[in-house]
């Protein structure tokens, strides 16, 4: 693979984890704002996650260590939103959870926006 190659294969998984983030933590503001909920149709949010996933997922397969995170990571954001949905003690508790998970997707989101610059830049 060439320079120019590898490049572009960069930019292009930065660019599809990004947006993998960034559909996670749509889902979850769904969770925690009405607002949220109203203005992004929960068909079309969940379409965009699951093909990103996917395409994360298999530019990831070089990599299994990564790609298992990245899978864990999913299925943990799905379950707290999926518990943020029932009525219950575990609410509050899922609620509170899905909220750090937040800060650390925004985190992430945010360094993955640089490098992506970075990148695309070079």
Not at 87 to 96: H, I, N, Q, R
Request: with cysteine.
């Amino acid at each position: 693979m060439n320079a120019q190659a590898t490049v572009q294969s960069h930019i292009d998984i930065t660019d599809t984890l990004s947006r993998l983030y960034l559909f996670l933590a749509q889902s979850m503001d769904r969770c925690l704002s009405e607002a949220a909920r109203i203005s992004y149709p929960e068909a079309e949010l969940q379409s965009h996650l699951a093909s990103t996933k996917a395409r994360a997922l298999d530019m990831l397969s070089v990599n299994q260590v990564v790609k298992r995170k990245v899978e864990q990571e999913c299925n943990r954001v799905r379950s707290l939103v999926a518990a943020c949905l029932t009525d219950g003690a575990e609410k509050a508790v899922a609620l509170d959870e899905l909220k750090a998970e937040r800060v650390v997707l925004k985190h992430k989101t945010m360094a993955l926006s640089d490098l992506l610059a970075v990148f695309r830049a070079a």
